[in-house]
């Protein structure tokens, strides 16, 4: 049973733009936090944007903040991160997460309990 299952990752260059796109189970996407993660070869897992799907406040990482754009479907119970201009740092793989409830220290992947697959972004400089 496939409950948040990413897709829209690839290689970009430098400067481009890339559009993720994670859907999920109704139970899991309705008034909860949904959360974007990644994680970069050696690197810790990080969060980089969320949305309270039940109001949808806004929350990003410093490093992203007027890049990347978090955002909802309620319709098709999807959730959306829209990246523009990638840096090679972007690099890696990308993680949609949720957990039900707020999204209180959303940052700190154990407070996730549902996790998809994971899809790879790749920037090149």
């Known amino acids: 049973q496939v409950q948040l299952a990413e897709s829209g990752g690839g290689s970009v260059q430098a400067g481009g733009s890339l559009r993720l796109s994670c859907a999920a189970s109704?139970?899991?996407?309705?008034?909860?936090?949904m959360t974007w993660f990644r994680q970069a070869p050696g690197k810790q897992r990080e969060g980089v944007a969320a949305?309270?799907?039940?109001?949808?406040?806004?929350y990003y990482a410093d490093s992203v903040k007027g890049r990347f754009t978090v955002s909802q479907d309620n319709a098709k119970n999807t959730l959306y991160l829209q990246m523009s201009s990638l840096k090679a740092e972007d690099t890696g793989m990308y993680y949609c997460?949720?957990?039900?409830?707020?999204?209180?220290?959303?940052?700190?992947?154990?407070?996730?309990?549902?996790w998809g697959q994971g899809t790879q972004v790749t920037v090149s400089s």
């Open positions: 997460a949720a957990r039900i409830g707020d999204c209180d220290r959303w940052t700190l992947p154990e407070r996730f309990g549902y």
């Open positions: 109704v139970y899991i996407y309705l008034r909860n936090c």
């Open positions: 949305i309270y799907t039940g109001g949808g406040r806004t």
